[in-house]
């Protein structure tokens, strides 16, 4: 039985109804749409604003647009920049190279005790980091790490590792067990193994993996704001910095936080389905 | 699109989980043991020297160092109304958020299940908040949307009857919770929209073949297969939301007064402004005695989502 004879013999006036209210619903998911989008659109336009048009009642919608703005965040922002990408590149490679072997042994060839392991790295997500900052803040000034990126990098490692770990294990469940059998029958070792069957066939699962470690690297600001002062700071803090005390600065924030986001938004936009998945920890595929 | 439902049985080839030899059983740790160990000393030692100076009395601004005080950090703690108040903020926060973000997450799920012009650009649109950085999000909102002489949400709220208000002076803790639902509801949104998409389409076709109307289907049918969606989606969202610290510092520095200041702004503030480790450290203890309270019916929660099998003792 298929849908379509039923449709054909249904009345006129039925189908126009179901028609507008088609329409309808669509209209009222492009308003909701729009609605979420307008403040990061708002963001985008107050960019381009000279600063003397982006605080104006009413607001502007027509200006003359200028990248003043985005000249004078890129003539500052070089040291902050530099630090974010090493480290938020810094702790993802730490990550992938720990949560590989990890994962495989939870899932593979898992140890005897495997869903405890899970559980443990699991848990570590879920105790508040915010509770040990005063003496994370004397370790890091004892063992001369504080301000200094390595800092950054060992933490956020630690931050990402149990995310990653459940992820990178559930693109191993995927491998089919006869590529394992054949790789065996050729007399692959375990090494061997890792590097011609399992890795390959995950490694769009590990650029996934890699893409969400970065994101909340890249994002992150409580651990950065309390353990940095100079010699690390990173991107959040410099949108800080770029709120002064006084004077006009909407058209500088707004620049700023263009710049600071825009890496974030398109990756997550060309990796969409990825998101989702990393996003469960690899729940759901 | 399914949630993993046989995690329980992972290997597909030989196993011996009960008289594996020494070696083999330690060929199986090996690869294991850099990330544990790693893990073990990052996230475990700073709780160690937490619980440590929860019983030191150590101000950074004070010379001489740490020296004991027993119990004195956490008398201060129970009896500090302030620590209290943060706390139930927290849960305040987190909850109102978590609950409306998902709530409108299931709605907009299934707006976006539907076929129709342009799909896939109001899904990347509706996405996009969550993929702003959060410090720039808080910032964004506290100025260019929030401020009461320029800012575009009294602009747009004008013709009805709204003029001028300072959102973050008068409706400061509303503001920021709005903020973590603008950020949060697309996250709820993708995994319920994974949920709804993983449905068997046949199974719908009967229902409509039965007759039975759109509201019972979804209420029969599509909420009971979206509760570990939405199980799911609570508990990430949880986890992340409890920690927000970034719209707090960012968009009220917790005030008015202390009236947006959550426990992570709280101990943020112990720490840099009173410079006092010790108490910061006794009420982390304290947070942290509560978390694994929660934590131990979340991660119970997690095995459901999961469904693994309940490990025996």
Known sequence: MTAM?????????????????NVGWAVLTWVVGIAFFTPVLWMVITAFKPESAAETWPPKFVFTPTLAEFHLVFSGWGPFVTHSIIATVGSTVLVLLLGVPAAYALSVYPVKHWR??????????MLPIVAVIGPLYVIALKSHLLDSLWLLIILYTAMNLPLAIWMIRSFMLEVPGELLEAARLDGAGRIREMTSVILPVISPGLVSTALICMIFAWNELFLALNLTITNAATMPMYLISSVPQEGLYIAHLSAAATVASIPVIIVGWLAQRSLVRGLSMGAIK | MTVVEDL?????????????????????????????????????????????????NYFFDVPGGAHFTGLSNYTTVFTNANFRASLVRSVVMTASAVIVAMVLGVALAILLDRKFFGRGVVRTMVITPFLVMPAAAALVWAGPMLDPNFGLVNWLLQPFGVHHVAWLSTQALASVIVVMIWQWTPFMTLIVLAGLQSQPPDTLEAAKVDGAGAFATFRELTLP?????????????????????DAVRLMTNGGPGTSTTNLPFYLYQQVNYAFDVGGAAAAGVVTVILTIIVATFALRMFARVFQFEEAKG
Do not use: C
């Not at chain 2, 060929?27 to 019983?55: E, N």
């Not at chain 2, 297969?225 to 610290?245: C, D, K, M, Q, T």
């Open chain 1, 5 to 21: 004879p039923v449709r054909a013999r249904e009345p006129r006036p039925q189908r126009i109804r179901e028609w507008s209210g």
């Open chain 1, 116 to 125: 405890d392991g899970l559980f443990f790295f699991i848990s570590t997500k």
């Open chain 2, 225 to 245: 297969h979206l509760r570990p969606y939405i199980e799911l989606g609570i508990l990430l969202g949880s986890i992340y939301l409890v920690n927000a610290f």
């Open chain 2, 8 to 56: 329980a049985p992972p290997p597909k080839v030989e196993v011996r989980p009960r008289g594996m030899s020494r070696r083999e059983a330690w060929q199986r740790r090996l690869p294991l043991l850099p990330a544990l160990i790693y893990v073990v000393v990052v996230t475990q030692i700073p709780f160690v020297v937490t619980l440590w100076y929860s019983f030191q």
